[in-house]
């Protein structure tokens, strides 16, 4: 069975830092590009981060770029994300989801739905 199970969320105030993990089982993300996507309360699901397969490319959404870093483990067969400089507006849940190529990840149907997702809660 293929399952992502996404941890490492909490609050935190703001300008701390919190990493992410996104783990997989029944399949490797040697063979996935990975999505970092979070919804906040009545808004969309925002794709945030993403990385290649191999790790080579990665992309950030602005809002996170320069703060935001998106990594791969090949022998955990998990990736991460590391969140620095936490501000309010990150508060939201978080969410990890994967496709055969980096440019389908913009275009997943509900990638926030994949998972149970981990809440980040910023407090200024």
């Known amino acids: 069975e293929v399952q992502l199970l996404e941890s490492g969320g909490g609050s935190v105030q703001a300008g701390g830092s919190l990493r992410l993990s996104c783990t997989a089982s029944?399949?490797?993300?040697?063979?996935?590009?990975v999505g970092w996507y979070r919804q906040a309360p009545g808004a969309e699901c925002e794709l945030v981060s993403s990385?290649?397969?191999?790790?080579?490319?990665?992309e950030y959404a602005d809002s996170v770029k320069g703060r935001f870093t998106i990594s791969h483990d090949s022998s955990k067969n998990t990736v991460f994300l590391q969140m620095n400089n936490l501000k309010p507006d990150d508060t939201a849940a978080y969410y990890c989801?994967?496709?055969?190529?980096?440019?389908?990840?913009?275009?997943?149907?509900?990638?926030?739905?994949w998972g149970q997702g981990t809440q980040v809660t910023v407090s200024s």
């Open positions: 989801a994967t496709a055969t190529r980096m440019t389908t990840l913009s275009r997943l149907s509900a990638p926030c739905n």
């Open positions: 990385i290649s397969r191999d790790g080579s490319n990665t």
């Open positions: 029944g399949f490797t993300f040697d063979d996935s590009a």
